[in-house]
């Protein structure tokens, strides 16, 4: 599974859109549209802010 995977999952299993997500981490929608459909890396800033709004780990959303 990857981030991708993760991401997507963890956000439908809560309910969160990715309008809100983006309300919520502070990261752009466009970056988030992009890691969920593998067009762009995640750093780990990026990381960290994603996991911090959806409260899970970071270890959760890369499932390490």
Partial sequence: ???????SNI??????GLYDLSKRSGVAYSVLYYIENNRRDVHVSTALKIAKALNVTVEDLFEL
């Fill in 11 to 16: 956000r439908e299993k809560r309910n969160i």
């Fill in 1 to 7: 599974s990857t981030i991708k995977q993760q991401l």
